[in-house]
């Protein structure tokens, strides 16, 4: 339905619109299909809108190399600005329990 309503130029995605496609994209074809989205959208409220469900899909997945080479490429973006994203990465690390190695390695 969200393919069809793309391809109508009398309708246009908001940031919500974008952020939810990217989460049934996660269900439906999985994690590279939505890397792919995400790489192709240009405008920064729909990359700002769409950072987190993604994020949310790398730490259900437990996929911790993703995840934190997608927040360096969000911090060169200029998006870590909530904790939100930093949570996400506690709770990833606590799935993992990965408690202490990133202390030690140097990363806070």
């Avoid at 969200?2 to 994690?31: C, N, P, Q, V």
């Avoid at 993992?96 to 990363?107: I, L, S």
Wanted: charged letters at 30%; proline letters at 4%.
């Amino acid at each position: 339905m969200m393919e069809w309503m793309e391809t109508r130029k009398d309708i246009h995605f908001s940031a919500y619109d974008t952020a939810f496609k990217l989460e049934l994209i996660i269900k439906a074809h999985g994690l590279k299909q939505a890397e792919e989205y995400f790489e192709q959208l240009r405008s920064s409220v729909s990359l700002k809108a769409a950072y987190l469900p993604l994020l949310r899909g790398y730490v259900k997945g437990r996929l911790v190399q993703e995840a934190e080479a997608f927040m360096e490429k969000l911090n060169e973006l200029g998006f870590l600005v909530t904790p939100h994203p930093f949570n996400e990465m506690m709770k990833l690390y606590d799935q993992n329990q990965q408690y202490n190695e990133r202390c030690e390695e140097g990363v806070p």
